[in-house]
């Protein structure tokens, strides 16, 4: 079944203290992003990368960090968590190739608090 | 720079009752249209999308949505909503050959039986 999956599906820290959500996709699937969504805002796209060891910020890539060494794994690095950046955090994969007519698939979302 | 908006954050209807939900997009080349449905507690779905062709797509759970090009829209349609339609409604854009989606602030639709 195809599929993008993440971890931990929730997760509640405390500022400071460095975490990483994991994301992994089974569809051999070139580009990857990651999401925040919060009330009124919709989905923000934080960072996103278009193969293996290419990365690029998106929209609202402060306070966050990703690699990308292997094609199904996009892990997202928080390296010292801050209370604003608690948040619903989607992973998302599509074949890419820009300007191809595929979709986008979204993982389960990750509810990440930060005390 | 490329941006959605929906126009209504919250949306109460009645069982049975015809909804519209309206997205309109800034971007001035050739683009993509989704919409997504996430119900409560749940990840994004795919409801519909517009690439090329009939103006007019026809998604899942009898949605519908209609794109005008020449008013920049792409409002999301079902005659009759069912209790179950309760759910956040995402519209979203993807430009210009790019990969990564564009979206709106989403709309709140709560359907009262």
């Known amino acids: 079944e195809a599929q993008v999956t993440q971890n931990p599906r929730y997760l509640i820290t405390v500022t400071g203290k460095k975490l990483t959500v994991t994301c992994s996709q089974n569809m051999n699937h070139e580009y990857m992003s990651w999401y925040r969504q919060d009330p009124g805002l919709g989905l923000r796209q934080i960072y996103y990368s278009m193969n293996v060891e290419v990365t690029d910020k998106g929209d609202v890539p402060e306070g966050y960090k990703v690699s990308r060494k292997e094609k199904r794994n996009f892990p997202l690095i928080l390296e010292s968590p801050s209370p604003n950046q608690t948040s619903l955090y989607f992973c998302a994969s599509t074949r890419g190739g820009g300007g191809s007519t595929d979709t986008q698939y979204f993982g389960p979302g990750t509810r990440l608090t930060v005390l | ?113």
Not at chain 2, 19 to 35: A, I, K
Not at chain 2, 70 to 93: G, H, I, M
């Open chain 2, 1 to 113: 720079a490329q941006s959605v908006s929906q126009h209504n954050h919250h949306v109460i209807l009645s069982e049975a009752a015809s909804l519209e939900l309206g997205c309109n997009y800034s971007y001035g080349g050739t683009v993509n249209l989704f919409w997504y449905v996430q119900y409560p507690g749940q990840h994004l779905q795919l409801l519909l999308k517009y690439f090329s062709g009939d103006p007019l797509v026809k998604g899942i759970k009898g949605f519908e949505a209609e794109f005008i090009k020449s008013k920049f829209s792409f409002n999301l349609r079902k005659p009759s909503v069912q209790w179950s339609d309760t759910a956040e409604y995402f519209c979203a854009l993807r430009g210009g050959g790019a990969d990564g989606l564009t979206f709106g602030k989403g709309t709140h639709l709560i359907i009262q039986p």
